[in-house]
């Protein structure tokens, strides 16, 4: 009988070791997701100022080939 409880605490610390490793695995891939989305959302964030940044050097651009310090010419 003492080897089968024996086995049987073996077996209850291989579960309990396995339960361990999964629960890391999930706060690490809950910690992935919440990266993941915060680059996103970073990505985002800059694309929409490089937008704004090419359309404000297409107008310097614009604006130095009218003719220099973007005032019309009379």
Same mark, same amino acid.
């Given at each position: @009988? *003492? $080897?089968? &409880?024996?086995r =049987?605490?073996?077996?209850d &610390?291989?579960?309990? %070791? @396995? #339960?361990? =490793?999964?629960? +890391?695995?999930?706060? @690490?891939?809950?910690?992935? !997701? !919440?990266l /993941?989305?915060? $680059? #996103? !959302?970073?990505?985002? *964030? ?5 937008k704004? /940044?090419?359309? %404000?050097?297409? *107008?310097?651009? /614009?604006? =130095? #080939?009218?003719? +220099?310090?973007?005032? /019309? &010419?009379?």
């Amino acid at each position: @009988m *003492a $080897t089968v &409880k024996e086995r =049987l605490d073996k077996h209850d &610390k291989q579960i309990a %070791s @396995m #339960r361990n =490793l999964l629960e +890391g695995g999930i706060e @690490m891939v809950v910690e992935i !997701r !919440r990266l /993941t989305l915060e $680059t #996103r !959302r970073d990505l985002r *964030a800059l694309a929409a100022s490089q937008k704004r /940044t090419d359309a %404000s050097l297409q *107008a310097l651009i /614009t604006s =130095l #080939r009218a003719g +220099g310090n973007g005032h /019309t &010419k009379s």
